[in-house]
Each structure stands twice: as structure tokens, then as C-alpha cells.
């Protein structure tokens, strides 16, 4: 049973290897095309959607969530999910479709040839992490430019934990959210460490759970309350990230990582 395993994990690797940089190019010199042509965010999409669900059917990835119908049609958020993994956006466009989702990326991401040009002239934002205050511009002007349906997601963590844990939250996500007046959407979600683990070539069959919490309200707060949303914001994902790791238990699925 375990070579199995071995040898299914090394076969799903190999075909990621060989087939799915080639259908992400494909799609994003689509997605550059069509964003040249000035076509609407809500259209270009459907490619996101369609090679991240290539991704996930290569990598044998399986679905659950739990809590999508909370998000309001037509609404934007600011999407705050936990971060466990490279693989997590992936998941969270396939699991949350009618979400036109973009993204606040580490600038490895947007210096991709090709790949990167289509994340920029699609609407996600370069951050560096070091430059704190060309960060803060970098993300005004994206929202500046944002077409009222989108919602941008911010890994408030920062980046991925090295030991699978949940950690604290930075201010960008709460500060843009008051600036430009759109509600959090709190994420949890488990079970893609498994899957792809940090600084690891290799892809693993596994499921995934996501659950999606009650949006939360930023009506009565100003610039001056943002860590109060952050803190609210941190509770609700802690919360929704023990349940999605509860139901992996649950199914008898190790989450790994730390509760």
C-alpha cells in the first residue's frame, strides 16, 4: 500500500512537471489577451477557474466546503483565507467560482515570464514585503483600478508556515478593507500542506477542506479601528480552520500541521 502510494505521488508529480506549465502558459497568454483588449475582470475568470481545476484534477485534489452560500452574488470582499501551502489558491478559486478573485502576490510570482505579465495585466498586486510603503501604493493603485465585482484576496499571514500553524495577522488585508469599504470574508482551510508541502517538488493526492465564515461588517469603523478587524478577522479564520481541520479528522485524514 505505501509503494502504491510512492508510486502514485511520483507519477502525479511527473505529469504536473510536464503538463501543467504548459497549460498554465496557454492560458495566460489567453488572459493577457484578452485583458489587451480591455476585456471585463468577470469574463477573463473563467480561465482562472479553468486551469486551476487542471491543476487540482492532475494533482487528484478533492474538494469539501462548506459555507459558499454566504457569499453575497455580485459582492466584493476582501478574502482572508489561512496559508498552508502554494496549493491553497488554487483551491479556493475552484471551491468559490462566482468569486472573481485576485490577489496580493509575493513579486516571485509577477517575475514568471509570461505567467507574470498575466497576473499584473489581470488585476493582482506585486507586494515585496520589505518595502512597506511601495506596497501600500502598489495595492491603492490596484484597487483604484478594480472593477466594483472583484475581491482581493490577502494572506494575512504573510507567507506559508514553516510548521503548519496559524500566525498572527499582518495589517494590509483590515487597512484596505476600511479604506475602500468592503467587508472581510473569513476562510479556513486544511489539508493542502499534505498535498504540496513548502520548499517540496512533489504533489500529493489528497482532500482538501475549506470552510467559508459569515462575512464580516466594517460599517461604523474608520482607518483607526483596523486592528480591531484584524483581531475579529483572526478569531473567525481560527475558528473556521479548526472546523475544516476537524472534518479531515473526522474522515480520518491527518491535517498535520499545528491546531
Excluded at 468592503?182 to 493542502?192: E, K, V
Amino acid at each position: 500500500m505505501r509503494s502504491s502510494g510512492r508510486l502514485d505521488t511520483f507519477l502525479r508529480t511527473a505529469l504536473a512537471v510536464t503538463v501543467l506549465p504548459i497549460a498554465i502558459l496557454l492560458h495566460s497568454l489567453a488572459a493577457i489577451a484578452l485583458a489587451l483588449a480591455g476585456v471585463p475582470a468577470a469574463s477573463v475568470h473563467p480561465l482562472y477557474v479553468s486551469v486551476c481545476r487542471l491543476c487540482l484534477l492532475v494533482g487528484g485534489t478533492e474538494l469539501q466546503v462548506r459555507g459558499a452560500e454566504r457569499i453575497e452574488p455580485g459582492r466584493a470582499y476582501v478574502v482572508v483565507p489561512n496559508h498552508e501551502s502554494g496549493w491553497d489558491p488554487l483551491c479556493l478559486v475552484v471551491a468559490l467560482p462566482r468569486l472573481v478573485l485576485r490577489f496580493v502576490a509575493k513579486q516571485q510570482f509577477m517575475r514568471l515570464p509570461i505567467v507574470g505579465q498575466a497576473l499584473r495585466l489581470t488585476g493582482n498586486v506585486k507586494v515585496l514585503r520589505t518595502e512597506t510603503r511601495g506596497d501600500v501604493e502598489r495595492i491603492h493603485g490596484a484597487m483604484a483600478r478594480r472593477e466594483p465585482r472583484v475581491s482581493i484576496l490577502f494572506f494575512a499571514e504573510g507567507t506559508r508556515s514553516r510548521d503548519g500553524a496559524l500566525h498572527p495577522f499582518k495589517m494590509g488585508a483590515f487597512a484596505t478593507a476600511l479604506a475602500y469599504g468592503l467587508p472581510i470574508l473569513p476562510i479556513g482551510i486544511a489539508g493542502t500542506r499534505h498535498v504540496w508541502e513548502r520548499s517540496v517538488v512533489r504533489i500529493r493526492k489528497g482532500t482538501v477542506a475549506i470552510e467559508v465564515g459569515e462575512p464580516i461588517p466594517i460599517e461604523g469603523l474608520g482607518l483607526d479601528d483596523r486592528k480591531l478587524l484584524r483581531d475579529r478577522t483572526f478569531a473567525a479564520v481560527a475558528t473556521l480552520r479548526a472546523r475544516a481541520r476537524q472534518r479531515l479528522r473526522d474522515a480520518g485524514i491527518d491535517p498535520g500541521g499545528i491546531d
